[in-house]
């Protein structure tokens, strides 16, 4: 069996425990995220995360505006103890949206003194099919990914742009990604991202370098945030953090 980690899967590894130890029966409710993230002395972005890959293995269930219930006790069935196996090299949605906040804000910064009018162009295009998706009550990302890809782009690094599309792609093939996505109802709040890809390409045809990546940094933290609220099952009120926000914009 493989040593998990990352600290959510050995969170999630803390609850199998817990689970198997009969504490909790099937069907029963387990205690809020705030007073499990206190027993294990974690954050509660943490438990989400740990309670995501639990969800994935078929082992919990969430319910939004009830709470989480055990769907059955690891122990009670041997052969789908699968652990960290299936899912060892998924990483827990915001510990990727961590990653991509501090790569694809310092990739803005960049490409906003690489970036000429043909990719300036192809931008305006890639949020103009976004916004036409959303408009037309489509669920792709076509547009978002295409807009995030095209400033990796302009960069003219193709390293940094296989960088920022390996993080896209793993964002894609995640199943932790996905379970957390069935927790979201509507799309109203993709209007607001999309505000916030508009500010980015503002500051991309400025070529100001710190508005880019203070743009980049602040959209993703408005992802980050959006997420945590609109997939916690307890209180829509929400607003915890994965880590201590850095500022995109250091005054020197």
Do not use: C
């Amino acid at each position: 069996m493989a040593e998990p980690k990352r600290l959510y899967q050995k969170v999630g590894a803390q609850l199998k425990t817990l689970l198997a130890s009969g504490q909790y029966a099937v069907g029963s409710r387990l205690p809020p995220e705030r007073d499990i993230a206190e027993l294990l002395g974690v954050s509660r972005v943490v438990i989400r995360e740990a309670l995501v890959m639990l969800e994935v293995e078929d082992i919990l269930e969430v319910r939004r505006g009830s709470g989480v219930y055990v769907l059955r006790l690891p122990s009670q069935d041997s052969s789908r103890q699968s652990d960290y196996q299936p899912f060892g090299d998924d990483v827990g949605p915001f510990e990727m949206l961590q990653a991509r906040q501090l790569l694809e804000s310092q990739v803005a910064a960049f490409a906003a003194t690489q970036v000429n009018k043909s990719d300036i162009a192809e931008m305006r295009q890639a949020l103009a099919h976004e916004r036409q998706s959303l408009e037309a009550g489509l669920t792709d990302y076509d547009g978002d990914e295409k807009f995030h890809l095209l400033i990796a782009r302009a960069t003219q690094n193709a390293l940094l742009e296989e960088m920022v599309y390996t993080l896209w792609l793993r964002r894609q093939s995640s199943p932790m990604w996905q379970k957390l996505h069935t927790h979201i109802v509507g799309q109203d709040y993709r209007l607001k991202w999309l505000e916030d890809h508009h500010g980015i390409l503002m500051a991309l045809q400025q070529r100001d370098p710190k508005k880019a990546r203070q743009a980049m940094w602040q959209h993703l933290e408005n992802v980050k945030q959006t997420l945590l609220t609109l997939s916690d099952s307890e209180d829509p009120g929400f607003d915890g953090y994965l880590f201590t926000s850095i500022p995109a914009v250091i005054n020197e």
